[in-house]
């Protein structure tokens, strides 16, 4: 049973990038939109985007809760999932299935209070912070851990303090978190968003300043 829920929760987190990337953010084409097998779900999302981006990480949505269309158009897509997932694993697993009703309840309650609470969340899911602010948004997938970004390389970190304590996103005694980090990023390393030297990046600023007094 053990071993089937752990097991479930890593299908879930893997379910959580592919299906964020793939059907959420659609896959890009040149002169056309981008295509998603559920587009309904895809421009609720780019909806979500834009609303966090000019409400400092805070999304309407889940304060009016139902009433909204894209909190009913999230927990229906959960539902849906997670109803598909559980029925499907439940003759050889019941661990699996357990764990994808807890891992779609989950991801509602840690996505949902991330926008409620934006201190909480770069706290809390700083991945999900980068997903939203970083200037590339298509990185940074998972939402409730950062495994499968690390597994694919697409954990890209802004900032220090944006940077968990572990891979697991879970916290650990200080010593082992360290270690375990050291272990996990000697394979997959999370990636770093590029900076300017800051000397140079004022230079530039200032540059832009006196051309636009001329
Ligand atoms: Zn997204
Ligand atoms: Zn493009
Ligand atoms: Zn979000």
Redesign the pocket.
Known sequence: MLKGFIAGLAVANAFEWFA?KYI??GVHRSGQPRYSPVPRSMES??A??REVRKQEFADECYVQGFEHWRTRNEVMSLAVVAGVASVAFYPFSKGMSLAALYSAGNYYYVHRRAHLEPDWAKASIPWHYD??MNSN??AN?CVTRPWFDYVMGTRVVSSADLKEANPLGIPLPATFSKLLTQAIESVFPAKWVEQKPKLLASAVVEEAEKQSVA
């Open positions: 964020h959420l953010h999302h780019w979500h985007h997903h939203h948004q298509d997938w």
